[in-house]
């Protein structure tokens, strides 16, 4: 899989923002102004003509600022005062990144940007996030969405000013990750998304979340402990300080209610979960063949036990992929072991009516049935030497 350095891809945006050319920068197309004076231009663009063709859609000149509410207004300066630009302040001049599916990798070439408090690195397939190579004056970091199935990296230095993290729908849920998401790691942390995540251990994540001095907002959802009995009121009840989660707001009557929970010893590893199916279609009838002369009484129901499979994200190494004709074939030598099963049935039904002339039919129903079964062994042979 290929990546990106994150400051080369940052190098190359910036870039297109032609802060030294036109109708940026300096040039003979910059009208002549007297900074003693109020602005007049002599000759040349007047400055509000080259501001619209940097804001207008329509413009060649307009490119894709979404990377950075800081891009348009830099490009704003550079066109009135081009002579304050230079590279230590263009870098110190963003306050917030958003860089989403780019499959960038973060490099060292972040920190030039000495000055940055949001970074939005969400859908990049982000493997490892080093900590040393993050800004310390950064106060919101976004990694959801991204293959992180560790915090090793990003604890060794993490950013000391961090006040929101969101590590939601990463593989991540192993004891050492609940072990680096402690008070000692981020001291200031008021935001934390662990949504979509694989934590199983309810318990001691929430004793590592405690030790979050000044956790406010929380999420929780889409891990496997959040369908236990015990959630959210365990959660509630061991995060005294906590005012939102999973995006609802946490009110003193539900704080009442759980009141004493986490000192119960309650089983977290059972849930309980209803399914209600308001329509099934599809699902084979039972018997084979419905009597037409049946009575309405007694009504005869049937019942069907639903199980439900919950697959994991991993593909098992001994799995074997068939051709896509395989299904076909099957569907065909099941359609075969049905007929001939109906077969049987209506011969044996034959039998038992005293009327049927069974021993003047009694050959073209022997040949009629020998013929299914064998078409039926055949093509489960057939079906068995493509499977090998």
């Known amino acids: ?80 005062s081009p002579e304050s630009l230079h ?20 490099d060292c070439g972040l920190l030039k940007f000495s000055k940055l408090e949001e970074l939005v690195l969400s859908a990049n397939k982000i493997l490892d996030v080093p900590g040393e190579n993050l800004p310390g004056t950064l106060k ?22 961090l006040l929101s993290l969101s590590l939601g729908s990463n593989p991540l849920g192993c004891y ?72 609802f707001r946490i009110s003193p009557e539900e704080r009442h209610r759980y009141r004493g929970l986490s000192n119960m010893n309650l089983i977290m590893s ?3 979960t209803t399914v209600n199916v308001s329509r099934l279609r599809g699902i084979p009838y039972p018997v084979m063949s419905e009597d037409q002369n049946a009575p309405d009484f007694p009504v005869i129901t049937h019942s069907y036990y639903i199980t439900y499979k919950f697959l994991t994200h991993c593909t098992p190494i001994n799995l074997v992929r068939y051709p896509s004709n395989t299904i076909h074939i099957y569907s065909y030598v099941y359609r075969i072991f049905i007929v001939t099963a109906q077969t049987a049935g209506q011969f044996n039904k034959l039998q038992k009516n005293s009327n049927f002339e069974i021993e003047k039919n009694k050959k073209e129903i022997n040949k009629m049935f020998w013929f299914f079964l064998l078409l039926f ?9 493509i499977r090998q």
């Open 176 to 247: 050492d990750d609940i072990c680096n998401l402690n008070g000692t790691y981020w001291p200031q942390l008021v935001c934390l998304d662990l949504g979509d995540c694989e934590f199983l251990d309810q318990q001691a994540l929430l004793s590592a979340l405690s030790t979050l001095p000044c956790l406010k907002t929380l999420v929780l959802e889409g891990n496997p402990f959040t369908m236990t009995t015990s959630y959210p009121g365990l959660t509630v009840d061991s995060l005294p300080r906590l005012s939102y989660l999973d995006t």
């Open 87 to 106: 590279a230590d302040f263009i870098y110190s001049y963003f306050t917030t990144l958003r860089i989403i599916d780019k499959h960038v990798t973060i």
């Open 270 to 272: 059972f849930s309980s």
């Open 1 to 80: 899989m290929s990546s990106n350095k994150l400051s080369a891809l940052l190098e190359k945006l910036i870039r297109r923002l032609c802060l030294t050319d036109f109708p940026c920068g300096f040039g003979s197309w910059v009208s002549c102004y007297s900074f003693e004076l109020p602005r007049e231009p002599k000759d040349g663009a007047d400055a509000d003509s080259l501001l619209d063709l940097l804001s207008c859609p329509h413009s060649p000149w307009c490119q894709d600022v979404s990377w950075s509410p800081e891009a348009p207004a830099l490009g704003k300066l550079a066109v009135l």
């Open 377 to 385: 062994f055949f093509s489960f042979a057939s079906f068995t030497e």
């Open 140 to 161: 919101i970091l976004d990694l959801r969405a991204n293959q992180l199935s560790t915090l090793c990296s990003l604890t060794i230095c993490p950013p000391p000013h």
